[in-house]
């Protein structure tokens, strides 16, 4: 009887150790966990400070050499520069150079969508549920979308029948698929109010949605920008001038912080830029964007210009 109870308690006290074990285990997984949220949050968090300092960074250069060489362009030029020990890289691009997806004119429109890569079919139906949306009627285009589509597609929101507020709103609409979204949203703006482009400042994908030009025509023209830049000459026009826009106050920031851990954080503003002394700066627009910054190599800017 004795060896009996001496066997369940030997199995008692091999459970309770097992069941303590289990425990420390959990409590120390959790606490690894918690010290890896935690660890993540304040990366997160400095890296996000840097990209904000970079936005305001970009703005004290514009300001600073507006009329000398050095002055920070806004043609979409990378600039790279270093917040304690932390690279970041930052352009600034005019938003004339985007297309206004509130005014552009059809053809523009669609040339972005096919130039992008939808189908022409597909681009018809997006391109008329845009229209559809933004126009001030509850008159269905052929192949647009008003509030019964959305309706029938589960939606349970209709069209603004008005402009868009911003960008991001182009993902309600009917048809737009959200990977597509993303590719386009660089070159699109709720700021220019024109209904072309200024291709003197236009990225390659806004030049090729431009109606009537070709790929060739494209890369030569911006061959002979880049080349007329760097020599600080005029830059020339356009081959098709017919939608070009002029420059505006308004222009996008966008500023990448990457820290050695592999954190990255990237903060895209969109701000008029006044001349005048007196509240010079309006913030349009202040949000996260995704990372990794497109374009040519950066630019170092010059020595006197580093942060104090």
Do not use: C
């Amino acid at each position: 009887m004795k060896r009996a109870q001496a066997g369940v308690a030997l199995v008692l006290v091999m459970w309770v150790g097992v069941l303590l074990t289990v425990i420390a285990s959990s409590f120390i997984i959790e606490r690894r966990t918690e010290a890896l949220v935690i660890g993540n949050s304040i990366s997160m968090a400095r890296a996000e400070a840097i990209a904000d300092a970079g936005v305001h960074r970009a703005i004290f250069e514009v300001y600073r050499n507006d009329n000398s060489p050095q002055a920070w362009k806004r043609d979409g030029t990378r600039y790279s520069m270093d917040f304690s020990g932390v690279p970041v890289s930052v352009e600034i691009r005019d938003e004339s150079a985007k297309i206004d997806i509130n005014t552009a004119v059809e053809p523009l429109l669609r040339g972005l969508l096919v130039s992008s890569g939808l189908p022409d079919d597909e681009a018809s139906r997006v391109l008329d549920a845009i229209l559809d949306w933004r126009d001030p009627d509850s008159l269905k285009r052929p192949n647009g979308a008003e509030e019964s589509d959305y309706k029938a597609a589960g939606l349970t929101y209709k069209p603004a029948n008005g402009p868009f507020q911003a960008i991001e709103e182009l993902q309600l609409v009917l048809g737009m698929r959200p990977e597509f979204y993303r590719r386009i949203a660089p070159s699109i703006t709720v700021f220019s109010r024109s209904n072309g482009v200024n291709a003197q400042l236009a990225s390659r994908e806004v030049l090729l949605a431009i109606p009537g030009v070709t790929t060739e025509m494209v890369d030569e023209y911006i061959v002979r920008r880049e080349a007329a830049r760097a020599a600080g000459q005029p830059l020339p026009a356009f081959p098709l001038a017919s939608t070009v826009a002029g420059f505006t106050m308004v222009a996008s920031i966008r500023s990448e912080a990457r820290l050695d851990d592999g954190t990255v954080f990237t903060r895209e503003a969109v701000a008029i830029l006044r001349p005048a002394p007196r509240k010079p700066v309006t913030f349009l627009a202040w949000r996260q964007a995704p990372a990794a910054l497109a374009g040519d190599a950066p630019v170092n800017p010059s020595p006197d210009s580093s942060p104090r």
